[in-house]
């Protein structure tokens, strides 16, 4: 009886020390169940933080995209102003200069003298 009291002992002792074995694994798991919910605290956090500043560039980006497209349209339009003035002032110099040209040219009216009075010219034949 007292070899079976030995070995009912010594299955007892085997059982408490599964036993805190399995504690201890337990309490280091609960340990790094704790770290990762602090992580993920964290990450849930950052992400929030992150998405609120995604929000705000994107805004921006908007903001000065559209901006970027009224430059672009009042560029094209000036541009386009620009040229018309360009040819309305070539058309003008190319004018100004056939009229300047016509007038320094002596006419064919203009270019013999007038006829003089009393010449044979003004008699009737």
């Keep these: 009886m007292a070899q079976q009291g030995a070995a009912l002992q010594s299955y007892n002792n085997e059982l408490v020390k599964c036993i805190e074995d399995l504690c201890a694994k ?8 704790l770290t990762e919910e602090e992580e993920k605290t964290k990450i849930q956090n950052d992400i929030r933080i992150l998405t609120e500043r995604l929000a705000k ?9 559209a901006t970027r497209n ?3 349209r009042t560029i094209a339009e000036t541009e386009a102003a620009y040229m018309k003035i360009l040819e309305s002032s070539q058309t ?11 007038l320094k040219e002596p006419t ?3 270019s013999s003298p007038p ?4 010449t044979k010219k003004d008699q009737p034949a």
């Design 70 to 72: 009224e430059f672009d």
């Design 92 to 102: 003008l110099l190319n004018v100004l200069k056939r009229e300047a040209t016509t």
């Design 26 to 33: 337990r309490d280091e798991l609960h340990r790094q169940i």
């Design 57 to 65: 560039v994107n805004e921006s980006l908007s903001k000065k995209m």
């Design 115 to 118: 006829p003089q009075k009393g």
């Design 108 to 110: 064919a009216a203009s």
